[in-house]
């Protein structure tokens, strides 16, 4: 089992940037597929990002690509989502999730896939 813990987020107006954090505690995340997902006021939650086990093969949301990146630091057992020019629609509360299993495509794209998630962190983009 392993817990996951946002950090990071806050207020920024639109063309900023910010980077998010998700320490994990209890397992190394070289044993996961990790995830970053938003869920905004009255909306589902969405897919962000997501990168394999292996680190190989980062996946993202059409409307996040060229502006957000996600990373790993194995040692420090944390997983990264840095986001830049930011806008306004990017206002969500964001999640880090790890998912036991491996896989790419549609799958890391359902939240349902993920097993353990955080408590998540607000970010808030003014226009």
């Known amino acids: 089992q392993v817990q996951l813990v946002e950090s990071g987020g806050g207020l920024v107006q639109a063309g900023g940037s910010l980077r998010l954090s998700c320490a994990a505690s209890?397992?190394?995340?070289?044993?996961?597929?990790m995830g970053w997902f938003r869920q905004a006021p009255g909306m589902e939650r969405e897919f962000v990002a997501a990168?394999?086990?292996?680190?190989?093969?980062?996946g993202y949301t059409d409307s996040v690509k060229g502006r957000f990146t996600i990373s790993r630091d194995i040692a420090k057992n944390m997983v990264y989502l840095q986001m830049n020019s930011l806008k306004p629609e990017d206002t969500a509360v964001y999640y880090c999730?790890?998912?036991?299993?491996?896989?790419?495509?549609?799958?890391?794209?359902?939240?349902?896939?993920?097993?353990?998630w955080g408590q998540g962190t607000q970010v808030t983009v003014s226009s």
């Open positions: 999730a790890a998912a036991k299993s491996d896989f790419l495509g549609l799958r890391r794209r359902s939240p349902r896939e993920y097993d353990y």
């Open positions: 209890g397992r190394t995340l070289s044993t996961y597929t």
């Open positions: 990168v394999r086990r292996n680190g190989l093969n980062p």
